[in-house]
């Protein structure tokens, strides 16, 4: 009779044993769980930004060469018009030279 009470007992403080270290193990693994499903989510969430940061610089790349080539024409145009510029001016001196000589003939004739 002492030996069934004893492997009654035994028995039954081991079940409570494994079971509530099943339950533990449940618990942790129910966390671990979570949490990977947390970092999945925050990893979805990372990728979503990554994209849309991609594409705002691509975009902002396209702007820049754009930019670049706009800023190219106007150095050509400006470029231009200083030689432009600089015919006008010689062009003028030349009209003024032309005007003073013709001032002086007519003060001459006067």
């Keep these: 009779m002492f030996f069934e009470w004893s492997l009654l007992t035994i028995l039954s403080i081991l079940s409570v044993y494994l079971f509530v270290k099943m339950y ?15 970092m999945k989510l925050t990893l979805q969430e990372a990728e979503i930004l990554i994209r849309k940061y991609q594409i705002q610089l691509q975009r902002a790349l396209g702007n820049v060469d754009i930019l670049s080539d706009e800023l190219t024409k106007l150095r050509n145009e400006l470029k231009i018009l200083k030689q432009r510029n600089t015919k006008h001016r010689q062009e003028v001196d030349r009209l003024n030279g032309k005007i003073k000589a013709l001032e002086g003939r007519i003060d001459a004739l006067l």
């Design 24 to 38: 533990y193990f449940k618990s942790i693994t129910s966390k671990e769980q979570r949490s990977n499903e947390l």
